[in-house]
């Protein structure tokens, strides 16, 4: 009937999913423990969203739960965290063997919860990597680039995503903007110039409890959300 009102081609792979449960009840009108997925793109970051879904297999209940809505954006942060510094587009692929497994896993019924994993494995590889071989790491961010864009992750800019945040409105970092935050890490700058530790670790301190995690590295000091 579809494509006959529209002219267009209707579906071409039918998959039957599991059900989706929250906190392991089945979800239904009658228990009142339904959502909505505009209430939960209000709280968490739709990539979040989706590699949630992506991380059970399809033919697998799916159990919604914050903390796994945590969890999943944790995970993005981990991935991405091996993604920034590197150029990607600038060497081409390597890794090929990730590739294969990757393929393998998409392959078997799409098996997403597999092929997720060889995308951590990868990112490991490229934190080895990025104080051995530049290049290489770079050409296994591209791999890591590519693998995820299957999956629709990965795409933004990795500085954009950690230092984004989630989107919750009762996070810590709520009302802390990125101007603020970097000129807090100016004065922390300023305080270890000085050699007020004391003063340096007070802000760190200050900056974690609110959601703000720092890294010093040898091109200075980058942040990020938690």
């Known amino acids: 009937q ?37 209430a939960v793109m209000a709280r968490y970051r739709p990539e979040a969203i989706r590699f949630f879904i992506l991380s059970s297999h399809y033919r697998s209940p ?20 091996a993604l920034r510094g590197m150029a990607p587009d600038s060497a081409g692929e390597a890794g090929s063997e990730y590739r294969q497994r990757f ?39 591209a791999l890591l680039r590519s693998l995820g864009g299957a999956l629709g992750l990965l795409q933004a800019l990795p500085e954009d995503f950690l230092k984004g945040g989630a989107p919750a409105p009762a996070s810590a970092t709520a009302g802390l903007d990125t101007a603020r935050i970097e000129h807090l890490i100016q004065l922390r700058l300023e305080a270890r110039q000085r050699k007020d530790w004391a003063a340096a670790d007070a802000i760190r301190n200050d900056l974690k409890t609110q959601g703000v995690l720092l890294e010093d590295t040898p091109g200075g000091t980058i942040w990020r959300r938690q």
Not at 15 to 38: A, D, I, P, W, Y
Not at 65 to 81: K, V
Not at 112 to 128: G, K
């Open 103 to 141: 393929d393998e896993a998409m392959d078997d019924d799409f098996n997403t919860p597999v092929a997720i994993a060889v995308l951590f494995d990868l990112a490991r590889e490229i934190n080895r990597q990025k104080a051995i071989d530049a290049e290489l790491a770079n050409r296994l961010a």
């Open 2 to 38: 579809s494509e006959a009102a529209t002219g267009e081609t209707f579906v071409n792979v039918w998959m039957h999913n599991g059900f989706v449960r929250v906190n392991e009840e089945k979800m239904s009108k009658s228990l009142g423990n339904f959502f909505t997925v505009r």
């Open 62 to 81: 799916l159990n919604y739960a914050d903390e796994q809505l945590e969890e999943a954006h944790s995970a993005l942060i981990r991935l991405y965290t």
